[in-house]
């Protein structure tokens, strides 16, 4: 279960990962924050910038174009 | 975590200011800030227009502005495409902690005064030693 959830579908470069940042940003220290999208270039760049937060990259799944991504703070 | 500590930075010299450039320098940093790096944002020449009150979304486009028509039609397909408006990314910047420094050199020859400026947006004002403080330790630094 996610702690916190972000709603990106239809957006597009860069607010999904923006809004991912700024959920994080605002989540306590071991929350999930799970981000679910479709814009296809941010599934492999909120990857990227969770490692390079040095988070922890819980989960990616992708279904029918939607993709959901867990990351604990 | 990279979170508290001290990050890498992204430093931009917004020296345009057509539309499609700004959308390049606030896209690049607000990328930048989401991934962990610091960015500062210094607005010189025809950049720093975009500062004035109620002046960041009225550049033109950089190429076939064609008096207006080219860019209302880039910002209709901006806008099919769900593309984030200037205001909104500026915004962004802002929350994630992003810095806007002000030319003043820049105020001084087009006779721009703090009042002409979106005071609201801006961090800070400086010169060249200003820029050079930021960009000397940053691992990005473009010129737009």
Redesign the interface.
């Known amino acids: 279960m996610a702690d916190v959830k972000i709603d990106v579908k ?6 999904p ?2 809004e ?3 959920a994080l ?1 605002k989540a306590a ?1 071991g929350e999930i924050v799970e981000v679910e999208g479709t814009h296809p270039a941010s599934k492999k760049e909120i990857p ?2 969770v490692e ?4 922890e990259l819980v989960e990616v799944e992708e279904k029918d174009g939607v993709w959901k991504i867990r990351i604990r ?1 | 975590m990279v979170d508290e500590t001290k990050s890498d930075k992204a430093t931009i010299i917004v020296h345009s200011g057509d539309m499609d450039k700004i959308y390049s320098a606030l896209i690049v940093a607000n990328g930048a800030l989401s991934m962990g790096m610091e960015a500062s944002l210094y607005f010189t020449f025809w950049g720093l227009q975009r500062l004035q009150k109620g002046g960041l979304e009225k550049g033109p486009l950089s190429k076939m502005h064609f008096m207006g028509l080219g860019k209302s039609m880039i910002k209709s397909r901006m806008k099919k495409a769900n593309v984030a408006s200037l205001e909104h990314l500026f915004k962004d910047f802002k929350e994630l902690g992003g810095k806007v420094i002000a030319c003043e050199m820049t105020m001084e020859i087009m006779g721009v005064s703090k009042d002409d400026l979106d005071q609201d947006l801006i961090d800070e004002y400086g010169a060249v030693g200003t820029y050079i403080h930021e960009a000397r330790d940053a691992k990005i630094t473009l010129f737009i």
């Open positions: 239809g957006e597009t470069c860069p607010v990962l923006v991912m940042r700024k940003r220290p990227m910038a390079a937060l040095g988070l703070k």
